[in-house]
């Protein structure tokens, strides 16, 4: 909301004010003026002036010296012009010499091809008007003022170009802020100072006496100005339009506006048309009340049916186009068919054009919601709309149409005809009803924590205008206190609160009036006073931020990417928890690359290392933790709310980080690429971090990754620590799969524009749901154990696990325990067998009870050795 | 014929010259160890010269005894000085000659970031943990009644309009806010009280992305409902989590706003905490920085959770963190937070 500083100052006296302070004021009652505009600053040494005549520039083709005058009669000046519409006889905007237009140009007498200019006609935008309100026409050339424009007036008053414009950030709720009489009334509070006049008072009576806005007779009124109405009005809808007025002025002229309501229309921001829709527009802004004029003789049937629009209806709107309307909107019709969308916007067939004559002049008030679903689906967030959307001040609905025809009889020579003609249906009278809310003083204190007193909560109910009345509380005895104590016979004060204030319906609305008018500073600071409480987190948010602390210690930075995604990304990845195969998507994503609700980590990921790469970064290691979603069933994947398992996953590309200076100390220099075992490293150190062990299961069959350097994490049957609390493999339970770590397939990684990375992605859901519950101590073990080294030759498709599962079998028939095994070497290459690598195992025996005897441990170590090569094949190596 | 006592003496005597003057030239620990061995070893010069201790008359034996252990002794400190002061002198080379350029990086264990963010949030938890909140948590895909309906935001209501929203059906959506888990929270625990958590989380807005607006943004919301709960408390605990967080002179200031789920409303501004209050281009020239959205929670709100909105009331919060961490990071464009580079999150590896 714009509000003209100059109009307001109609409705309140702010003569010792500055624009600044006045801001102040209102932003800290919860009025915000976000910003000051001071329209036409710096403009000064403009005056209105008439051309006498219009002649050829002896020197140049494309200008024209005119002369004009601003005194009738008095001394003229030559003024040089490039303008091709400047006419003879017609009033201009003159910069005399001295002085200054928009952007800080200085005027000055100055010679064009020989002739001396003394000074400028001026065009709206080097007035510093709003051009972009203004038609092409006014817009294009010299700005041509009316022809009843003072001469040799400033037309920097004229133009109302030294008011001041306050832009309001109004909230939702205060409706009763998108109009000049209800910035009046806010400023009235706050500054505690009397409106000029009341807004009934100014309503003339153009049809004789009308009632008191909010007496409800509206056939009265009809009665009481000049007889029945040529319209007969008919709302079918009660609940959506319950009250509808309207009023038919006859012989309208086709003119614009006088220049001071173009003025304040131009500073509020609202394009000025012709008389008649700029009168509507203009009450509106004053009274917050929308209107809307018909073209009457274009209503043949002289009829106003307000009703529900039929399913399949249609109706071309002002701005040419045509709505398909459905039963949910509200229109108004001839009768016949819809001639307007109700609240909205008016229809392009009853349009005022230069050849209405009669108009139809239309107050009502619609019920939001419903002006608010129509608006929103058509997307025509009008002025009125929102008016309506948020609740307009059912007292006005007369009054301003009263203020409207008064206005339209006095500026578009229109004739007021008949009365107001119209219907208010018995919900009207709640809408008129005054609300009244009861509030105590120790109400107020006791939400607010102050100490206000009586009279100053008393002051803020004056100073806003609500009446109130006050009643001593029959004492009650208050039950819940032991039935002992007498509730207070404190003062109830009983407000009465304004139709105006819409917003306000309950004490705790009186509360925060009172709380902003005696100022929120005036709200002390203090602690609670409840019982005690212990803080904390649960197990998934603390697990979360250990396990985002314990990658960054390993080297991994954390990101935060988008859940939204694109469906073909969220396509690409392993879904290892869902249960279902579909996902969802928003119904209107912003842009097809953020559709979909994630299933996996990766998509994000993957987008943070190409955009690292591409920005030559040249390897990289990123982790995050995060929701993916999925549904919970496929037959209704939105029939209740999905799943949505934290995550981990983390993604590497590149080389890994050299030793620094190794080369130089003889060590490794060359960093290898990240690869399978860099991810699963790191898998490694996180399960560990949990007390969880997993097997690595060769998987093929997972999208996205490389068909032969991939595997699933699934937890294995025995945890490091402790027996996971549900035992689930113990009870022949599918086995839990923790998530996945792998290389990319190419073909995906070359999407990305990245070279093989390597990734991983589990469910820190399931990795916590499994995680045991605590540490088992074990203590250090008392004798020594025995290590036994073993190399061997061995088919190279054979794996590590396989070998492990084999020594480990080969353990259990021995009578001394084999407590370690550990790989310490694996060798492919020049030297070995054709098909065959090389593996090297430390296996330690140790016997809790007693020092093992080396015959023990090599009799041991033969009996695995054999087991292998019965069923490994292996060949020991020297 | 036996020799004299005077005779072995000098001859003594010139042993003791001869000795000193060996071992003070011997430059190595094994010269040293020769000269011991020759001097003092079991068949050494001193050995020797006792091999002459019976030829004597009784009477002059511990003379010459007692002159001859005096020179052993006097020998065994020098050697001892001696070696000690060249295996001092051989460590010093051998360490000099280990010389290193001490200046070089070390083996690189190149630790990861906390994403800022995540510091922030962490921060902000750790806070309000300490003054005895829980965080909760809540779906990302919400029901229209949790985000909407069950605070105090009707269908076809403006306020509506303060969040374009992601449905993904009629009634179901991306949250707007944290404010819904405040619903689900007070369900759960009501008519219990009090109720004290914190709620972080993504919240989602149909915003085109650009340098302040994020279609995805982190939010955390903090509720307290319990008897007597007053304004002025929830005053005093945004003043003291204002402390906390932006440093121990940092003011607050209150200004009526509007949200539908509390009334009274106010909009949480703290003193700029890039010049204190006194004004820069952080604050616009305002030495203030809007970062709370606060107010006492609506008694239809405290009802639609199944509280008695006579007997309790409350108070609820609500931050961004992205406008906290470019408060506090210096950051001037929200999109930053979400493209991760790694040359930018390197910088927050110190946290
Ligand atoms: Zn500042």
Known sequence: MRVSWQWLS????????????????????????EQIIRRGEGIAGVLVARVLDVRAHPNADRLKVVTVETAFGGPTHTVVTGAPDVEAG????????????????????????????E????????????????????????????????????????????DVVLELDLTPNRADCLSIIGVAYEAAAILDRPLRRAPEAAVGAPTGTEKAPGAPAVGEAAKDGGGASAFAVTVEDDDLCPLYLGQIISGIVHRPAPQWMQNRL??????????????????????????????????????????????????????????????????ITDGVRPIGLAGVMGGEHTEVTPETRRIFLESAYFAGPAIRRTAVRFDLRSEASRRFEKGVDPLRVL????????????????????????RQSERAAALFAPRRVEITRSAINARLGTALTQDEVLDVFRR??????????????????????????????IVTVPTRRGDIAIAEDLIEEVARLVGYEAIPSTAPKLPETVGGRPPLVGARRSVAEHLAALGLHEVHTYVLVSEDDDRRFPRFDARTASALSVRQPMNAARRSLRRSLMPGLLEVAAYNRRHRVDSGRFFEIGKVFHPVSDEAPYGTLPDEPLHVAAVFYGHRPPVVGGRMRGGASEAGAYDYYAAKGVVEALLARYGLKADFVPAADLPGLHPSRAARVVLAGETACAPSRDGAQANGEPPVVLGWVGELNPSVAEAYELTRPAAFELSLTRLIAHRPPSAVYSAPPRFPGVRRDISFWIDRSITHADVLQVIRSAAEQLTIPLTDVVLFDVYEGDKSPSGKKSMAYALTFRHPERTLLEEEADAATSHIVRTLEQRLSIALRA | MPPSLEALKAELESVRTKAVQEIDAAKTPEAVEALRVRYLGKKGVLAGLMS?????????????????????????????????????????????????????????????????????????EDIFIGMGYRIAEGPDVEWDTYNFERLNIPKDHPARDMQDSFYLTDEMLLRTHTSPVQVREMLAMAPRTPLKIICPGNVYRRDTDDATHS???????????????????????????????FGEETKIRLRPSYFPFTEPSAEVDVTCSACGGTGCRVCKWTGWLEVLGAGMVHPKVLEAGGYDPRRVSGFAFGLGVERIAMIKYGVDDIRQFYVNDARVLRSFVAC
């Open chain 1, 90 to 117: 017609a009033f201009y905007p003159y910069a005399a010499p001295g002085a200054r237009l928009a952007g800080g140009v200085r005027i000055e007498r100055q010679a064009f091809r020989g002739v001396v200019s």
């Open chain 2, 52 to 124: 002459h201790l019976r030829a004597l008359p009784a009477e002059a034996r511990p003379s010459f005894g007692q002159a001859v252990n005096a020179l052993r002794e006097a020998l065994e400190d020098q050697i001892g000085a001696r070696r000690a002061a060249l295996e001092a002198a051989a460590l010093e080379a051998r360490l000099q000659a280990e010389a290193i350029d001490v200046t070089l990086p070390g083996e690189a264990l190149a630790p990861g970031a906390r994403h800022p963010l995540s510091q922030v949030i962490e921060a902000i």
């Open chain 1, 119 to 162: 000074g400028m006609l001026c065009s709206a935008e080097e007035l510093g008007m709003e051009v972009h309100l203004l038609s092409a026409e006014a817009r294009s050339g010299l700005y041509r003022l009316p022809d009843d424009a003072p001469l040799g007036a400033d037309a920097v008053g004229y133009l109302g170009l030294d």
């Open chain 1, 464 to 493: 806003l205008g609500f009446p109130y009345s006050v009643a001593v509380a029959e004492a009650t005895v208050d039950a819940e206190s032991g039935g002992e104590r007498l509730a207070n016979s404190e003062e109830r004060v």
């Open chain 1, 399 to 422: 009054s301003a149409l009263k203020r409207a025809a008064e206005l339209i009889a006095a500026l578009a020579g229109g004739r007021v005809e008949g009365g107001v003609v119209g």
């Open chain 1, 10 to 33: 109609e409705w309140i006296d702010l003569g010792d004010m500055t624009p600044e302070a006045l801001a102040e004021r209102l932003t800290a009652a919860g009025v915000a003026v």
């Open chain 2, 215 to 245: 279609h995805m943004f982190t939010q955390i919301e903090g509720l307290v409902v319990g008897e007597g709960v007053r304004m002025s408390d929830l005053k005093g605990t945004l003043e003291q989590f204002a402390r906390r967080l």
């Open chain 1, 266 to 331: 131009l500073a509020s921001g609202i394009r000025p048309i012709n008389a008649v829709v700029d009168v509507t527009n203009y009450v509106m802004l004053e009274y917050g009340q929308p209107l809307h004029a018909f073209d009457a003789d274009r209503i043949g049937t002289e009829r106003i049916v307000v009703r529900r629009a039929k399913e399949g209806e249609t109706l071309t709107t002002l701005d040419g186009k045509e709505r398909l309307l459905t039963a949910d909107d509200l229109v």
